[in-house]
T-cell receptor, first 118, second 114 residues
């Protein structure tokens, strides 16, 4: 029973390149969350998705960042034209139901994808 | 607005000492959840506990215990007889029912020396 799978675990990009981070939620989970952890900082919410829908993207930078969770396949966090400030650990989490629901389950996190921009 | 404050940036203790990690939260909601997560040096996030706002009972799990006090908006975490393997960053977090975002504190880095 695999947990939340993220890949790649480590990604190095040069400034101006694109980064694609993938997240496969736990089996049976249809809700995916992306968080960013800058060096020596806590986790900041980026986006919440259900299958084929973006529910809340209030934490996403307005430019260069996008996320999707297609009907089939993993959720993708895409960063275009990366800059050094994008270097961070990006965590994906999943839950079987909307996490704000009374009695909701806990978010299960993946191991993270660490992006380094040279 | 929600906010979670972990005032202790780093704590260093010697093995077998007890240590308490502080967490203060802010919310206007009457129904919410509080969490603690552990991030060991390997980097993954490990869930430790969830508490809902209606349950102020303290909880003990082995060497871990949690003290939830609504009167002071605190949800503190105590490790008894700390061990080197407890060295990690610990995050306190909050989610209100009806919301989508689990809000994390900045984390407290715990060093346990042998």
């Amino acid at each position: 029973n695999a947990g939340v799978m993220q890949n790649p675990r480590h990604l190095v990009r040069r400034r101006g390149q694109e980064a694609r981070l993938r997240c496969s939620p736990m089996k049976g989970h249809s809700h995916v969350y992306w968080y960013r952890q800058l060096p020596e900082e806590g986790l900041k919410f980026m986006v919440y998705l259900q299958k084929e829908n973006i529910i809340d993207e209030s934490g996403m930078p307005k430019e260069r960042f996008s996320a999707e969770f297609p009907k089939e396949g993993p959720s993708i966090l895409r960063i275009q034209q990366v800059v050094r400030g994008d270097s961070a650990a990006y965590f994906c989490a999943s839950s079987p139901i909307r996490s704000g629901t009374l009695g909701a389950n806990v978010l299960t996190f993946g191991a993270g994808s660490r992006l380094t921009v040279l | 607005a929600q906010k979670v404050t972990q005032a202790q940036t780093e704590i260093s203790v010697v093995e077998k000492e007890d240590v308490t990690l502080d967490c203060v939260y802010e919310t206007r909601d009457t129904t919410y959840y509080l969490f603690w997560y552990k991030q060991p040096p390997s980097g993954e996030l490990v869930f430790l506990i969830r508490r809902n706002s209606f349950d102020e009972q303290n909880e003990i799990s082995g060497r871990y215990s949690w003290n939830f006090q609504k009167s002071t908006s605190s949800f503190n975490f105590t490790i008894t007889a700390s061990q080197v393997v407890d060295s990690a960053v610990y995050f306190c977090a909050q989610l209100y029912t009806g919301g989508f975002k689990t809000i994390f504190g900045a984390g407290t880095r715990l060093f346990v020396k042998a």
